[in-house]
């Protein structure tokens, strides 16, 4: 079946999954912040989240991990954690400790307050961590919670940490038949000398977009037009990660594709396209302000104005990106459609940019699946699969 032809489920199938045994409404710890420098964008997602969830459906305990990696119960209402006038929400303190359960088959969450272990803050039947970045989207937050034996949304642990890393991604991706853009790696601890970045013009040539190999929301990403500022891209990625992939421009259109895991064993679904046009020339690429601080610089076109054939072949590539990397839940796939109409992946993102104005979301919502819906759907994913090996 061609992705856009896979259905939506009916209202019938949108949420429940294993519902909780005693009639209670399942609880679901919303979880955001982190370690990350895309802290404040995790804030900001949750605070959509937090407003759209259906609270007649669903128990909402909001959680935050602050930027050095405390867990603590956190404020519940979306109003905190919007971005506003260029304010940054942050986790802060609040002096309690959220201890998750250990060992199968617990699922009570513990507060810690002044030291003391408070009331136990009940079972939780699912953790939606809204978590973008190193220790959040990488697979650690991941790991943790199959260890606690959580059922959770999105990506388990491999997956995340194969989308996470931009140097295994593209491996992943091109082992499975994907097409993407030349690049090379300088591991973690390798000095950049002169010769081997030289080398990298000559074989890549210029344009060259430098990464962190694990960062996200453009941080530490440069485009260097010219051989002299390599080095300078190549120290300004490694404050964010050891570890910087060099990569060949690559020319075309800036097209993005949701992708949701199917119900029930079936197969991914593929939204409809979007396009990221970025308008205003003071951002040479689709950079971190013109990301977030600067909306009037770049225009989110959704659905993307692509012919039917072009569309058909995005959907494919990012539901099998989706599958080649064993995502789980949800993911949002990157792709550049070039001048003679190739698709070329550039990223596929496990915990992509999720306020009701980021992409993944209204790239839903064109295809017949609105916001509220969507955090749904997600959460019903995660109910119906089982904690463990899957
Ligand atoms: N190889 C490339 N050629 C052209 N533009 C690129 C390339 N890689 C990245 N870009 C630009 O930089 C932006 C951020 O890069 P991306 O790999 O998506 O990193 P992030 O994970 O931070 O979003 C892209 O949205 C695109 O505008
Ligand atoms: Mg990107």
């Not at 699912?126 to 697979?139: A, R």
């Not at 090379?184 to 977009?209: C, I, K, N, T």
């Not at 996200?216 to 490694?238: E, H, K, M, P, T």
């Amino acid at each position: 079946m061609d992705a856009t032809e896979m259905p939506l489920p009916d209202d019938g199938t949108r949420s429940g999954g294993d519902a909780p045994a005693g009639g209670r409404r399942p609880r679901v710890m919303v979880l955001f912040g982190g370690r990350s420098g895309e802290h404040a964008i995790s804030c900001a997602t949750a605070g959509g989240v937090l407003r759209a969830i259906d609270r007649t459906r669903y128990d909402v305990v909001a959680v935050g991990i602050t930027r050095t990696g405390q867990w603590v119960l956190a404020d519940d209402d979306p109003e905190r954690w919007a971005i506003r006038d260029g304010h940054l929400p942050e986790v802060e303190d609040t002096a309690t400790r959220v201890l998750l359960p250990q060992g199968t088959g617990e699922h009570d969450v513990q507060v810690v307050r002044d030291g003391r272990l408070d009331a136990p803050l009940g079972a939780v039947d699912v953790v939606f961590p809204l978590l973008h970045g190193p220790f959040g989207e990488d697979g650690t937050l991941q790991g943790l919670l199959e260890l606690a034996d959580l059922r959770y949304v999105g990506s388990g642990v491999l997956a995340s940490a194969v989308g996470m890393d931009k140097h295994m991604m593209k491996l992943v991706l091109a082992g499975s038949g994907l097409t993407v853009g030349p690049f090379r790696v300088l591991p973690g601890g390798r000095p950049a000398d002169d010769a081997l970045l030289a080398s990298w013009v000559e074989e890549l040539g210029l344009p060259l977009f430098v990464k962190p190999a694990r960062a996200g929301s453009s941080l530490g990403i440069s485009r260097v037009d010219d051989a002299a500022d390599l080095a300078a891209a190549v120290a300004a990625a490694r404050e964010h990660d050891p570890k910087v992939i060099v990569e060949a421009g690559l020319a075309g259109r800036e097209i993005e594709c949701g992708v949701l895991g199917g119900r029930g064993g079936a197969a991914p679904r593929a939204s409809l396209p979007g396009e990221i046009v970025v308008t205003d020339a003071r951002h040479s690429f689709y950079d971190f302000e013109a990301k977030y601080l600067d909306e009037a610089g770049v225009t989110l076109s959704c659905p993307a104005d692509l012919d039917p054939d072009v569309v058909a072949r995005v959907q494919d590539a990012a539901v099998r990106a989706f599958e080649a990397v064993g995502c789980e839940g949800l993911a949002r796939v990157d792709v550049f459609v070039t001048p003679d109409g190739e698709v070329v992946v550039n990223e596929i993102n496990t915990m992509p940019g999720f306020t009701p104005y980021s992409m993944y979301p209204r790239m839903w919502q064109v295809t017949g699946l609105e916001y509220a819906d969507l955090v749904d759907e997600l959460v019903g994913l995660a109910l119906e699969r089982p904690t463990g090996l899957r």
